[in-house]
């Protein structure tokens, strides 16, 4: 499992899969995130903008896992 260092408070789910370079791009991001292909911490989110904190995992349905700390 990767780790992701924020300095922010939270990260949109959507910007952290970017940030991450789980994805290409915002589009590649958000389709993955509709198709229900994202789960944060073990529960699939649909929402884009969910605010990711420092100790959410977040796994993509092929297996690339990260964890976001601070």
């Known amino acids: 499992m990767e780790e992701i ?3 922010t408070e939270f990260i949109k789910l959507d910007a952290l ?3 991450a370079s789980l994805t290409g791009s915002g ?3 958000k389709m993955l995130i ?3 292909q994202v789960s944060v911490n073990g529960e699939v ?3 884009r ?3 990711i904190r420092p100790g959410d995992v977040v796994s ?3 297996g690339e896992e990260v ?3 601070c």
Do not use: S, Y
Request: aromatic content about 4%.
């Open 45 to 47: 989110c649909t929402m």
């Open 17 to 19: 899969l970017k940030f």
């Open 49 to 51: 903008g969910k605010k």
């Open 5 to 7: 260092k924020i300095t």
């Open 67 to 69: 964890k976001v700390i």
């Open 27 to 29: 589009g590649e991001a």
């Open 60 to 62: 993509l349905a092929d």
């Open 34 to 36: 509709q198709d229900g």
